[in-house]
């Protein structure tokens, strides 16, 4: 039986259901989003909601205290950590904490899932910092779609952990990426999981869309994406191929391309801007590491 027949039976409609057994994301979540969105929102609206979760206040101060900020004499209340740190890195840390959570999976003889979210982490930084380089309205939802850009791989490994051993032996094998694999295989693709999976936990359009599209360079490919939405997945793309260039983190395959001209033409980069904003995304990954070990604690 060749690998291709053998997935042949294992259907992408039986792998969404198998999501169903995945952890749904805490209400404290969908709150916080409501709140953040409120322009009428208040330091109190958010500390109040954040004073219900202990362990979430905790790394709130941790982030807060930690060398990134460097708050002058440090904080040691909730309001003033707020204050300082600001709502958009609120939501990101309890996003990335609570997705990280619904998701935990101990490391095996293929696949290392701390490896994986730091190379998750570095493509939300590094998404979010080429957002800012290229003047986008919102950086901040760039960070939260390089999250969970490739989140439907570590599903795969949990409710599909067979399957997905083959996808990445084979990639190791032939130096082809995770993508490839699955369609030489077979296997239901973890961009199809991963959009089913944000979907299912409510996550907005433009974090589907990401999750569904970060493989697709051609807008064709993209089932009509507004130019809004094609531009937050040429963000990601861009940053899902550097982050894997700089070898930060290992999200299970090891094939390093080069950027497409028509991603930059579109994003309005010349080669020489390319090189001053991956120096900017050298930065801002060295953040990565203790960002991921304040969400760990």
């Known amino acids: 039986m060749s690998a291709a027949e053998k997935y042949n039976n294992l259907s992408t409609q039986e792998i969404v259901d198998r999501l169903d057994d995945l952890p749904t994301l805490p209400a404290i979540i969908y709150e916080l ?168 936990w409510k996550l907005p359009a433009l974090f589907q869309s990401t999750t569904a599209y970060h493989h697709e360079r051609e807008l064709s490919a993209r089932m009509g994406l507004s130019a809004e939405m094609n531009m937050v997945v040429d963000l990601v793309y861009l940053s899902n191929l550097l982050v894997h260039a700089l070898q930060f983190g290992h999200s299970g395959h090891s094939k390093i391309v080069g950027v497409p001209k028509e991603v930059l033409t579109r994003l309005h980069l010349t080669p020489e801007q390319l090189k001053g904003l991956i120096g900017n995304i050298k930065q801002s990954i060295g953040n990565a590491e203790n960002f991921l070990k304040i969400i760990g604690s």
């Open 33 to 200: 989003n409501k709140v953040i969105s409120d322009p009428m929102s208040s330091t109190t609206d958010i500390e109040r909601i954040m004073s219900n979760d202990q362990s979430l206040t905790t790394k709130v101060l941790k982030l807060a205290n930690s060398a990134y900020y460097s708050i002058p004499g440090g904080v040691s209340n909730l309001q003033r950590a707020i204050a300082y740190i600001g709502y958009d890195a609120i939501h990101q840390l309890t996003l990335s904490t609570s997705i990280m959570n619904a998701l935990n999976s101990k490391a095996s003889a293929y696949f290392d899932p701390n490896q994986f979210w730091k190379h998750s982490l570095g493509v939300a930084m590094a998404a979010e910092t080429a957002a800012k380089f290229v003047h986008h309205k919102t950086p901040s939802d760039l960070f939260t779609c390089g999250l969970v850009h490739d989140m439907g791989k570590i599903a795969l490994y949990i409710i599909a952990p067979e399957a997905f051993a083959d996808t990445l032996a084979l990639c190791k094998e032939k130096n082809i990426s995770v993508g490839e694999a699955e369609d030489i295989l077979g296997t239901p693709r973890h961009t199809i999981i991963g959009k089913e999976l944000a979907a299912k």
